[in-house]
């Protein structure tokens, strides 16, 4: 299957601040999802976007297909993006390990 | 309307039990997932349909498990003889159509076999 690897694998910001997380891809796909999954479980979609950039508040995404990686990014982090942050790509969806992301107040 | 909503929620079985897991994905989709998530894992693949067809059941770990959607709606996925290896959060996804479509998943049924 693809290997997808996410980095970093943890990240800890000061409220307000702003960060990337990448997703690097081992084979060409044609569909990458992101995903936020929250201190309860629940996996929530935030972009599908297999090629190039999407922007919704204060996040965003750019996905370079060719050169297979993806990267989100998250603007003045609030509390409540804390949890782990997936990227899955192909058409099984394979994961990646996930960032886990703590934003302190 | 309603998301994708999986029950039970929490099961506990002892091993050697069979379970079965429910998956009430968003009404219409076409395409269901089911997916094993052990602790600080990324969900792995484990089948995929669409409408009542299974067209990938690759990453179905065993013959123990076993995963139906009869009408091409409600899926079930059974686990037979449960073991420890088996403990994990089984999370269902659907989406509206094709396989490239943006996934919903449901909470998850959190299976602890002791």
């Known amino acids: 299957g693809i290997q997808v690897e996410q980095s970093p694998p943890d990240l800890i910001l000061q409220e307000g601040a702003n960060s990337t997380l990448r997703c690097n891809f081992s084979d060409s796909v044609n569909n990458l999802q992101w995903f936020h999954q929250n201190p309860w479980g629940q996996l929530i979609n935030l972009f599908y976007?297999?090629?190039g950039t999407k922007q919704n508040g204060r996040l965003s995404a750019t996905t370079v297909a060719t050169e297979r990686y993806s990267l989100l990014y998250i603007s003045s982090s609030q509390t409540t993006d804390s949890g782990v942050y997936f990227c899955?790509?192909?058409?099984?969806?394979?994961f990646g390990t996930g960032t886990s992301l703590t934003v302190i107040p | 309307g309603a998301g994708v909503s999986q029950s039970p929620r929490y099961k506990v079985a002892k091993r050697g039990q069979d379970v079965a897991l429910r998956c009430d994905p968003i009404s219409g989709h076409v395409s269901l997932f089911w997916y094993q998530q052990a602790l600080g894992q990324g969900p792995e693949f484990l089948t995929y349909f669409q409408n009542e067809a299974q067209l990938d059941k690759s990453g179905l770990p065993s013959d123990r498990f076993f995963a139906e959607r009869p009408e091409g709606s409600v899926s079930t996925l059974k686990i037979q003889r449960t073991q420890q290896e088996d403990s994990a959060v089984y999370l269902c996804?659907?989406?509206?159509?094709?396989?490239?479509?943006?996934?919903?998943f449901g909470p998850g049924t959190r299976l602890l076999v002791l």
């Open positions: 976007i297999p090629s």
């Open positions: 899955a790509v192909g058409n099984q969806f394979y």
């Open positions: 996804a659907s989406s509206s159509r094709l396989v490239t479509e943006t996934q919903y």
